[in-house]
């Protein structure tokens, strides 16, 4: 059984930093695009970040520049560093794992983690 679980949420002052984790369980991790995704009050579910078993990174434009997604394959754990902040950045992150295996696809997320930017 695959879990992801997040960590690093927390209440921060605008221009603050937080790094988001997520650590997970199960072998297909090296194998699967891992997305970070938010979903802020009273709107929908969005894609934060994404980055790809190759590396490449995608960013929603609200972001580009101030958050970074990385991941680590050996500790099975992926990032999200979050620069600059801004109260719109609040709300709760998700991690994502998606991957497809010998013809199946696997989609996972974990339960979530509060970041609040207010001063």
């Known amino acids: 059984q695959v879990q992801l679980v997040e960590s690093g949420g927390g209440l921060v002052q605008p221009g603050g930093s937080l790094r988001l984790s997520c650590a997970a369980s199960?072998?297909?991790?090296?194998?699967?695009?891992l997305g970070w995704y938010r979903r802020a009050p009273g709107k929908e579910r969005e894609l934060v970040a994404a980055?790809?078993?190759?590396?490449?990174?995608n960013y929603a434009d609200s972001v580009k520049g101030r958050f970074t997604i990385s991941r680590d394959n050996a500790k099975n754990t992926v990032y999200l560093q979050l620069n600059s902040l801004k109260p719109e950045d609040t709300g709760v992150y998700y991690c994502?794992?998606?991957?497809?295996?010998?013809?199946?696809?696997?989609?996972?997320w974990g339960q979530g983690t509060q970041v609040t930017v207010s001063s």
């Open positions: 980055i790809t078993p190759g590396g490449t990174t």
């Open positions: 199960g072998s297909i991790f090296g194998i699967a695009t």
């Open positions: 994502n794992m998606d991957a497809t295996q010998w013809g199946n696809r696997h989609n996972y």
